[in-house]
């Protein structure tokens, strides 16, 4: 349960003590071409290439990836049993990775910020209780929805139930984001939105006037259900 009245904006220093100090999760299949140009992007766009680490999560049929030079992109693989859902992959790629920082990551993103690693840093360092939420410009979405949502480690293991239920695909991002839009409302002001460091989303269709996403409903629609079902139980760690 988050402890309100421990909620503290004292510089955290601990987060400079790992070299590894942001970890990206991204579940991947089959998509070698993005994860190698996901990996130069980012390791180009780095202040520090040794602050961070991506783990790509592929199932462990996946043969793909097997020639990929991953010590030399900063990629950390690790492997799940196929057709695991959304939740079960970032957890899978949550417990393999070292970072104090967790960043939920897709394939399909272009960085498109200098020294991105540092900006997040500055900012997760503020907080002594490491109780923070990071929100990047996706290029769509933008301030609406927290896409891409950047948090501790810290928080996982405080509401692991609560930040990654049962979702097939989608709205995990939407649990944590109503979180801290909670917190906020308290009075207790923990989400920081970004809109220079950004992170384009490639998944949506583009047209010449206009780009549109569509998730696919039919899961959408379960995942909206434990989105709702989850509700009293955010409430209570926020509480």
Same mark, same amino acid.
């Given at each position: 349960?988050?402890?309100?009245? +421990?909620?503290? #904006?004292?510089?955290?220093?601990?987060?400079?003590?790992?070299?590894?100090?942001? !970890? *990206?999760?991204?579940?991947?299949?089959?998509? @070698?071409?993005?994860?190698? !140009?996901?990996?130069?992007? @980012? %390791?180009?766009?780095?202040?520090?290439?040794?602050?961070?680490?991506?783990?790509?999560?592929? &199932?462990? #049929?996946?043969?793909?990836?097997?020639?990929?030079?991953? &010590?030399?992109?900063?990629?950390?693989?690790?492997? $799940?049993?196929? %057709?695991? #859902?959304?939740?079960?992959?970032? %957890?899978?790629?949550?417990?393999?990775?070292?970072?104090?920082?967790?960043?939920?990551?897709?394939?399909?993103?272009?960085?498109?910020?200098?020294?991105?690693?540092?900006?997040? *840093?500055?900012?997760?360092?503020?907080? /002594?209780?490491?109780?923070?939420?990071?929100?990047?410009?996706?290029?769509?979405?933008?301030?609406?929805?927290?896409?891409?949502?950047?948090?501790? +480690?810290?928080?996982?293991?405080?509401?692991?139930?609560?930040?990654? $239920?049962?979702?097939?695909?989608?709205?995990?991002? &939407?649990?944590?984001?109503?979180?801290?839009?909670?917190?906020?409302?308290?009075?207790?002001?923990?989400?920081?939105?970004? &809109? !220079?460091?950004?992170?384009?989303?490639?998944?949506?269709?583009?047209? %010449?006037?206009?780009?549109?996403?569509?998730?696919?409903?039919?899961?959408?629609?379960?995942? !909206?259900?434990?989105?709702? /079902?989850?509700?009293? /139980? +955010?409430?209570?760690?926020?509480?």
């Amino acid at each position: 349960m988050l402890n309100k009245s +421990r909620l503290q #904006n004292k510089s955290n220093k601990a987060f400079k003590k790992n070299s590894k100090q942001i !970890s *990206l999760i991204c579940p991947t299949k089959n998509n @070698l071409t993005k994860i190698k !140009s996901l990996a130069r992007k @980012l %390791k180009k766009l780095a202040k520090n290439e040794n602050s961070y680490e991506l783990v790509i999560v592929i &199932d462990d #049929n996946d043969l793909s990836y097997t020639n990929l030079n991953a &010590d030399k992109l900063n990629i950390c693989i690790c492997k $799940s049993r196929p %057709k695991k #859902n959304i939740s079960q992959l970032l %957890k899978t790629g949550i417990k393999n990775s070292c970072g104090k920082v967790i960043m939920f990551m897709n394939d399909d993103v272009t960085p498109k910020t200098k020294n991105w690693d540092n900006i997040i *840093l500055q900012l997760a360092n503020r907080y /002594q209780d490491e109780i923070f939420l990071i929100h990047c410009n996706d290029g769509y979405f933008k301030e609406s929805l927290c896409i891409f949502p950047i948090i501790s +480690r810290k928080l996982i293991n405080l509401c692991p139930k609560v930040l990654l $239920s049962k979702y097939k695909k989608y709205r995990i991002d &939407d649990g944590i984001f109503h979180i801290f839009n909670m917190l906020t409302y308290a009075g207790f002001y923990r989400e920081h939105y970004i &809109d !220079s460091l950004v992170f384009e989303h490639n998944h949506f269709s583009l047209t %010449k006037n206009n780009a549109s996403y569509k998730p696919i409903e039919s899961i959408h629609k379960i995942d !909206s259900v434990v989105f709702h /079902q989850q509700k009293k /139980q +955010r409430i209570a760690y926020v509480k």
